[in-house]
């Protein structure tokens, strides 16, 4: 197998690929492709490209629904750098409170003055803080960040309220029992000092699916008065024209983004940090392994973990004689097809995995003895099929 690199990549992650592997310059020649932030929109995709692996969790740079049309499943790598990104909320919940940046850009207006030590006792009431031990922090999202961040917050005495309707078993078992949780955002918005968003950028007509641009001057309005906001998840989830009014009139003490543009980069009590989250030698490290190991289960058995324009499915090891995957429409009659089709030729099926997302479906079949490459030519004939594979 063939894989080529978008982006530079951690070499501690394309080390664990086996010697099975090669590593090619030529991204149309690939039959995987490896990326961080490079746009990939406007880029043609061969018949035989297989995967696409994100090592990171945002995949906006990726066309998700063409490479679904032609069965090239997009992995990303969520959690993976969930630590590095708590570390650095942290840091902005600090910076925020203390007005550090400030105390910071004005020890750098005097160095050049006599006598430094006495203008720093005279100057620094300016930038006196608060401490957030005892403070009420509100966690919008509790997915794998949202998590760790909650739990972090209470260890330094916060007392922290998190919302997620949608959160994962895993992440249920992870947040500490002492997390306060509640059912809407309202919640958070009425009874926090501070404020941080951890979910995806979702746009749906129901509110409370939809979060793009869910921090707006009706959410800010519930909010207490000098509310701090903490945006380490995607920019869009904030307005940008109604946090600046906020800020400009002190409902909002402090906005900190790891999202910076050319508005709220000049905007008055703005904390502007240029995206890096997830820019630790650690972060990117695990974001590799995960990938490569995710590429590794799809190309030698079949298995998805972490797509997100196909279904997660686990097949297991195949202990058979061989294994199809189908890439398909999710329409009815496809697996009465695939096993017609297959019975047809006097196979015997030895095991099948079908699981749909959307408007896709995933079908792994293992066969007992027989003409694979027959197999496929004939399951490849079924309209809604998009793309037919041997694994083994």
């Not at 409170?97 to 203008?119: C, F, H, M, Y």
């Not at 109604?242 to 999202?259: H, M, N, P, Q, R």
């Not at 904390?271 to 890096?276: E, R």
């Amino acid at each position: 197998m063939k894989y080529s690199c978008l982006n530079p990549i951690s070499q501690v992650g394309l080390d664990e690929f086996t010697n099975h592997y090669e590593k090619i310059e030529d991204t149309n020649n690939a039959d995987i492709l490896l990326v961080r932030s490079a746009a990939m929109h406007d880029m043609e995709f061969s018949d035989h490209l297989l995967a696409i692996a994100r090592a990171g969790a945002g995949v906006n740079n990726i066309p998700l629904e063409q490479c679904a049309q032609q069965g090239i499943v997009v992995f990303n790598t969520p959690g993976a750098n969930a630590n590095g990104v708590k570390e650095l909320v942290i840091a902005g919940l600090i910076m925020a409170s203390r007005d550090i940046v400030g105390g910071i850009n004005w020890a750098q207006t005097i160095k050049e003055k006599p006598d430094v030590a006495k203008l720093v006792e005279k100057g620094k009431s300016k930038f006196a803080g608060r401490e957030i031990k005892g403070k009420k922090l509100g966690v919008i999202g509790l997915g794998a960040i949202g998590v760790m961040v909650a739990n972090a917050a209470h260890r330094l005495g916060m007392e922290v309220y998190g919302c997620d309707p949608f959160i994962s078993v895993d992440s249920a078992w992870n947040l500490s029992r002492d997390i306060i949780h509640v059912k809407t955002r309202e919640e958070i918005f009425r009874n926090c000092d501070y404020i941080t968003v951890h979910t995806p950028l979702v746009e749906n007509a129901d509110s409370e699916l939809n979060t793009k641009q869910m921090i707006k001057k009706e959410a800010i309005e519930k909010m207490k008065d000098g509310v701090i906001i903490l945006n380490f998840a995607r920019g869009l989830l904030v307005n940008d024209a109604d946090i600046e009014e906020a800020l400009e009139s002190g409902k909002v003490a402090k906005y900190v983004t790891d999202f910076p543009n050319d508005k709220t980069v000049s905007m008055k009590n703005v904390i502007a940090i240029p995206h890096l989250g997830a820019s630790t030698e650690e972060s990117e490290d695990n974001c590799a392994k995960m990938a490569v190991k995710q590429l590794m289960d799809y190309i030698e058995n079949g298995n998805i973990k972490n797509s997100v324009n196909y279904p997660n499915c686990d097949a297991g090891i195949c202990e058979a004689f061989g294994r199809i995957a189908i890439h398909h429409k999710n329409i009815p009659n496809m697996l009465s097809q695939f096993t017609g089709a297959i019975s047809s030729m006097d196979v015997n099926i030895a095991n099948l995995v079908n699981k749909s997302r959307g408007n896709y479906a995933y079908t792994v079949i293992d066969v007992e003895s027989c003409d694979k490459e027959e197999v496929v030519e004939k399951l490849a004939t079924i309209q809604g099929v998009l793309k037919v594979r041997i694994v083994k």
